[in-house]
């Protein structure tokens, strides 16, 4: 056998410990190339998530270096500009401007680009639409040393803007005329509430004054002809026989209960209006101490002389119950609630629709309780029943304001109005007002 240590110069431990650093070379080349793999499987990842990004993005985007060149853009500007991808690269981004004004905002933020951006309104061009405007946004873009190696522009078409925001200012007019004919809607059902009320309480004394005067009207032809028959020097006879004839003695016992009461009729009706000109006022924001006993029982009397003839509202006036607010105001917040009162109880067809009205002081607060014999209130309704347009009562029978309004009125005289259903059924109000 040869000898291949003397032939070679080298030993076998050489060649063993040969053998094992190319092993370690080979074990790192193959960890290197496995790393290597995983680096790319990130990198594709990393790319494959930038591009789906930029596919996705409704706002058009450019980047270039600091000479202004493309780099990279997304779909919604090359949809935008109607170039494709290949061609873009080759372009500038003045390339894409419709006109030297666009061009000189360009160089001016290109100038000035600031870590916070700054917008302008730009015009690119398409092939065939014509000049495009958009907002855009510059923002310098740096490199891993920090330097600036080119710009970011992102932007969005004004046309959307401006299409977006024409829709949104039309349905915001639209809102706030349905708004205000609902709020008119609800000052007329109120108004008409009062004016039922109002014809009903006149309808009274204005019979009877207009029986009164006609009364009178006859009783003054028979004594005029009685005093011409007079002046005519007519015999005692005759005038004894015509005096029996036109029962003048009657008439003159009748005149005085006649005028008397045809002034109790005018009085009447004078005391009506001045009530309702101190109650109706509900757009006035004057302050004055009221009882809400007066306004209890004007609230009662309109709905009941209006639209709710055949309500038993069980009421009796107690002690002054004195807060500093409007009368008028309270007063239709007090309609509101008897009103909605009526309407539940008749709803549920009871025997005789009935309110129960008491009053409290505690604390410093009067408080009143209207508690009807209606069905109450669904416990998936309580929390909404005091919201704008919110309402159980079928279409065309309210326009879910009355309560809502109601709640607004006493708030802004520094108190509460809350609903509950009372033990013994039907619901609740409390009214809670600071006393004066």
């Known amino acids: 056998m040869p000898d291949h240590a003397a032939l070679d110069g080298v030993d076998e431990a050489t060649w063993v410990d040969v053998i094992q650093k190319m092993d370690e070379v080979y074990s790192q080349l193959v960890r290197d190339e496995i790393a ?25 985007l450019v980047a270039c270096n600091h000479l202004g060149d493309i780099e990279e853009t997304n779909t919604a500007l090359r949809e935008l500009v109607g170039v494709d991808e290949q061609r873009l690269r080759g372009m500038t981004i003045y390339d894409l401007l419709a006109d030297g004004t666009s061009a000189a905002r360009v160089r001016r933020m290109i100038e000035q680009a600031l870590p916070g951006g700054e917008v302008a309104e730009l015009q690119l061009v398409h092939p065939t639409h014509g000049g495009v405007h958009v907002d855009f946004n510059c923002t310098p873009r740096m490199d891993s040393s920090g330097k600036r190696a080119g710009y970011v522009f992102v932007g969005r078409p004004l046309g959307e803007l401006k299409r977006a925001y024409q829709e949104l200012r039309q349905t915001h007019e639209a809102l706030k005329r349905t708004q205000q004919q609902l709020l008119h809607a609800e000052k007329m059902a109120s108004l008409g509430r009062l004016v039922a009320g109002v014809a009903h309480e006149l309808n009274n004394p204005i019979s009877f004054v207009l029986g009164n005067v006609h009364a009178l009207k006859r009783y003054s032809d028979r004594i005029t002809a009685y005093v011409e028959a007079v002046h005519e020097g007519d015999t005692p006879e005759q005038l004894a026989e015509m005096r029996q004839k036109l029962r003048i003695d009657r008439i003159l016992d009748d005149l005085p209960s006649l005028i008397e009461g045809t002034i109790e009729g005018a009085q009447r009706t004078t005391d009506i209006v001045n009530g309702l000109k101190r109650f109706s006022a509900v757009d006035r924001d004057e302050k004055e101490q009221v009882d809400l006993n007066d306004v209890v029982e004007r609230a009662i009397h309109w709905v009941s002389k209006g639209t709710a003839p055949h309500f038993a509202v069980h009421w009796e006036r107690g002690a002054p119950l004195s807060v500093t607010g409007s009368a008028g105001k309270l007063l239709q917040v007090l309609m509101n609630v008897i009103q909605n009162a009526y309407d539940a109880a008749s709803g549920a067809q009871v025997a005789q629709p009935a309110l129960w009205i008491t009053a409290g002081r505690e604390d410093g607060k009067v408080a009143l309780y209207l508690r009807d014999n209606g069905p109450g209130i669904p416990d998936a309704c309580m929390n909404q029943i005091f919201d704008p347009f919110f309402t159980t009562k079928p279409v065309g029978k309210g326009t879910g304001l009355g309560l809502s309004i109601s709640y607004g009125i006493v708030e802004k005289h520094g108190g509460t109005l809350s609903a509950r259903n009372a033990p013994g059924g039907g619901a609740e109000f409390v009214i809670e007002l600071p006393a004066a």
């Open 36 to 60: 290597l793999e995983e680096k790319n499987e990130q990198l594709e990842r990393s790319q494959q998530f930038i591009f789906s990004l930029l596919s996705a993005m409704s706002d058009v």
